[in-house]
C-alpha cells in the first residue's frame, strides 16, 4: 500500500484551515456574547435612572416630565437594539450564513 503524501497535505492543509475558520467563529460569537452584556449593564443602569427620577416625582407628588424621563428611555430602547442586531449575527454565524472576518470590522457602539 503506497501513502499518497500529497493527499495527506492536503487533507491536513483543510483540517487546519477549518480548525481556525471555526476559532474565528468562536471568538466572535463570544466578542459579541461580552458586547451583550455590556448592553444589559447599560439597561440596568438606566432603569435605576429612570426609577429614581419615578419615585421623586412619586414622592413630592409631581408630574412626569417627559424632558427628563425621554433620555433614560432612549438609551434603553438604543440597548436593546444593539442586543437584538448582535443576537442576529451570533445567529448567522452559527447557521453559516454570515462571514466571520466581515463581523470581526464591526464594533459594538463604545460605551458611554
Same mark, same amino acid.
Given at each position: 500500500?503506497?501513502?499518497n503524501f500529497d493527499?495527506?497535505?492536503?487533507? &491536513? ?6 480548525? &481556525?475558520q471555526?476559532? @474565528? ?5 463570544? @466578542? ?6 455590556a ?5 440596568r @443602569? &438606566?432603569?435605576?435612572?429612570?426609577? @429614581?427620577?419615578?419615585y ?8 412626569m ?5 425621554? %433620555? ?5 430602547t ?16 452559527k ?12 464594533? &459594538? %457602539?463604545?460605551?458611554?
Open positions: 500500500m503506497a501513502i493527499e495527506l497535505k492536503d487533507k &491536513a492543509v483543510d483540517v487546519a484551515q477549518s480548525a &481556525a471555526k476559532t @474565528k467563529e468562536l471568538a466572535a460569537i463570544a @466578542k459579541a456574547k461580552l458586547s451583550i452584556v448592553e444589559e449593564d447599560k439597561i @443602569k &438606566a432603569q435605576i435612572e429612570l426609577g @429614581k427620577l419615578y421623586r416625582d412619586y414622592v413630592l407628588s409631581e408630574e416630565d417627559s424632558a427628563e424621563y425621554l %433620555p433614560w428611555c432612549d438609551k434603553i438604543e440597548s436593546k437594539a444593539v442586543i437584538e442586531d448582535l443576537q442576529d449575527m451570533i445567529d448567522d454565524i447557521n453559516g450564513t454570515c462571514c466571520v472576518e466581515e463581523e470581526e470590522e464591526t464594533e &459594538a %457602539p463604545a460605551e458611554e
